[in-house]
Structures are given as C-alpha cells and as structure tokens.
C-alpha cells in the first residue's frame, strides 16, 4: 500500500509484552528488511527501531540510523514502545521515556513489502512469540507529549 510508503517522516507506537526471561531475536513490526523495522534482540533483551534510507549526520555520518532500547523489555511485564523519524532524528521511547536517539536525515526507503506485526515478509524465520497491542502508525514524527499520552492511554 502506497499510504505506508513513508518518505520523509514516520512514527509509530504499540504496547508489547514479550515471555518472561526468554531471549527473543524477531520481528516486531516490519515493513521488510529494507525500509523500516522494529525488532527484539536476543543478546541485549532489548528493542531496536532501524531505517534504511535516512543517513545519520554529526559525529557518525554517513551511516544507518539504528536506535536501541537500553531497558529490557522480556519482563513478562506490558511496554509502551513508539519511534518517530521526523527528518532530523531518528528516536525511540520505552514507556514515554527517551532511550535513544540519533541526527539523521534523508527519505526513507520504499519497497513493495507488507507491513507486519509480529513477523518480517523477508524472513519468516523469527515469528514474535509474545503479546502486540493498540499498533499506530503515523507519517509524520509525533512529538514527546503525543508519545506520552498514548502510553497513558489519553490518545485521540
């Protein structure tokens, strides 16, 4: 679908709640391995939200922009996870708190790929074995407040 082409700018946010101590390596939400993809990863029991396309400015220019939760989500506990790509940064959050963020700028990538939640069209191998919730996806970076309050549920 065209409309899920984004170019210059994306966000999206879901609630996750991955098993409890079980290392997970899989596709959260996806739209192939060559635009845009939100992924678990194993060794860090955290989250990464990466772009292809974009390419990051300042100190490491030139490369793709990757940002990764610092907090594990494979808890057993539910998470409020969104990034936004607003064509400055590239960010994500944790529960409506900055992780990590990083200056990049370029259109995004597009491909023919579906969106998917929980799986990559790319590589059916690593299916999420967990719980994905409330997916919002958006063309256009949101902003801290909005972030926060859909974590709290007060989204419109």
């Given at each position: 679908?065209?409309?899920?082409?984004?170019?210059?700018?994306?966000?999206?946010?879901?609630?996750?709640?991955?098993?409890?101590?079980?290392?997970?390596?899989?596709?959260?939400?996806?739209?192939?391995?060559?635009?845009?993809?939100?992924?678990?990863?194993?060794?860090?029991?955290?989250?990464?939200?990466?772009?292809?396309?974009?390419?990051?400015t300042g100190?490491?220019?030139?490369?793709?922009?990757?940002?990764?939760?610092?907090?594990?989500?494979?808890?057993?506990?539910?998470?409020?996870?969104?990034?936004?790509?607003?064509?400055?940064?590239?960010?994500?959050?944790?529960?409506?708190?900055?992780?990590?963020?990083?200056?990049?700028?370029?259109?995004?990538?597009?491909?023919?790929?579906?969106?998917?939640?929980?799986?990559?069209?790319?590589?059916?191998?690593?299916?999420?074995?967990?719980?994905?919730?409330?997916?919002?996806?958006?063309?256009?970076?949101?902003?801290?407040?909005e972030i926060?309050?859909?974590?709290?549920?007060?989204?419109?």
């Amino acid at each position: 679908m065209d409309e899920l082409n984004f170019r210059e700018a994306m966000s999206f946010a879901f609630w996750i709640k991955a098993p409890s101590g079980e290392k997970l390596s899989a596709a959260l939400l996806t739209k192939g391995n060559n635009t845009w993809r939100v992924q678990s990863i194993a060794d860090r029991r955290s989250v990464s939200f990466a772009l292809t396309g974009p390419l990051t400015t300042g100190t490491n220019k030139g490369r793709q922009p990757i940002v990764k939760t610092k907090r594990p989500v494979d808890d057993g506990q539910w998470h409020h996870l969104a990034g936004v790509y607003d064509g400055q940064r590239v960010a994500l959050f944790l529960d409506g708190e900055l992780e990590d963020s990083v200056s990049a700028g370029g259109p995004i990538a597009v491909n023919t790929e579906p969106v998917m939640i929980g799986q990559n069209s790319m590589g059916r191998t690593q299916p999420f074995k967990g719980w994905i919730d409330e997916v919002r996806l958006y063309g256009r970076g949101l902003s801290v407040q909005e972030i926060k309050a859909l974590g709290r549920g007060e989204a419109k």
